[in-house]
């Protein structure tokens, strides 16, 4: 059994996977869509040279933000790691937010007809502003079947075939005939619960930690190659909400709310997904690391991941 963890953003996922990895001598293998990117670090909560110093970190800077990087890429590279890992006889932690990678690592693929909240979400934001025919003649590119079937005002089911592409490079049209691929391993899950509004709190704190850290003058580092409103990488939360401040279209202050409200309304997404879709055992990170620690890392022990 390979020890997974995962929680909404904000939570202390991260905190707690580089404890159990450094008492353990683990790596981590994450299970964040987002670290993926290159040179979008301050916005994701990627870990600095510090902590990959201290612990091995899979399956971050792997692409640019102008690429897709699909669910079936990341349920291959995660399996190849463990792979690798375990003929070196090493053991890792799978760590990370992004609910449908976890699920997949799990469940294995093939069929998929899910796709991350976040997603969805930038998807129903541009067909507010672009409207549902623009997004129609999008998903007409990507998925004529699909598009075929679907009215060019139907804007949920235009929404979630588009999803479905963007997360995992596949048309639902064919997914949906897609033989399984089941995984080859069996995780012992934690997932981090917390009071709702302490897990805001910690939310805007942390974006306002982001925002001093330097995340604006990253997003522009990154405007500044060339990458645009419609390169995969920026449409992330955090980085998406720039844009109507560079269009002057809204003040720097607003800007920095909306990645605060995006950021809560993604929480409560991830809180639903892993309280319903998600199955192991829940631990209230409310009570601080201290006391949960000894519980996760017992918890761990006992699954005999071995």
Not at 115 to 120: A, L, M, N
Request: net charge neutral; hydrophobic share 35%; charged share 25%.
């Amino acid at each position: 059994m390979i020890p997974a963890l995962t929680g909404p953003t904000a939570s202390g996922k991260s905190a707690l996977a580089m404890a159990l990895s450094q008492e353990c001598g683990w790596d981590i293998v994450s299970c964040d869509s987002r670290q993926v990117y290159r040179g979008m670090d301050i916005g994701t909560a990627k870990p600095d040279q510090s902590e990959q110093s201290l612990v091995r970190h899979w399956l971050i800077d792997l692409i640019e933000p102008s690429e897709t990087y699909s669910l079936y890429r990341y349920f291959s590279d995660a399996e190849g790691v463990i792979d690798q890992l375990h003929t070196k006889g090493k053991r890792c932690i799978v760590c990370g937010g992004t609910g449908l990678y976890m699920r997949t690592l799990i469940d294995g693929v093939g069929g998929q007809e899910e796709s991350d909240p976040e997603i969805r979400d930038m998807l129903t934001q541009r067909a507010v502003l672009e409207g549902t025919e623009k997004m129609h003649d999008e998903l007409k590119k990507v998925d004529p079947v699909s598009a075929s079937k679907i009215h060019s005002n139907d804007a949920q089911r235009i929404i979630r075939a588009l999803a479905v592409y963007c997360q995992t490079g596949k048309p639902l049209s064919l997914l949906q005939k897609i033989k399984e691929r089941p995984g080859r391993y069996k995780y012992s899950v934690v997932k981090l619960t917390i009071d709702r509004d302490r897990l805001y709190e910690q939310i805007n704190k942390r974006v306002d930690a982001m925002i001093s850290m330097g995340l604006y003058d990253e997003f522009r580092m990154l405007v500044k190659k060339g990458y645009t409103a419609d390169s995969p990488g920026l449409q992330c939360v955090g980085y998406r909400e720039f844009f109507p401040y560079e269009q002057a279209a809204i003040s720097f202050h607003d800007a920095v709310e909306l990645i605060k409200r995006n950021t809560r309304r993604f929480a409560k997404r991830q809180v639903t997904w892993f309280a319903h879709q998600q199955d192991g055992i829940e631990v209230d990170i409310s009570r601080g690391m201290d006391a949960v620690l000894p519980v996760i890392r017992n918890f761990y022990k006992e699954s005999s991941f071995d």
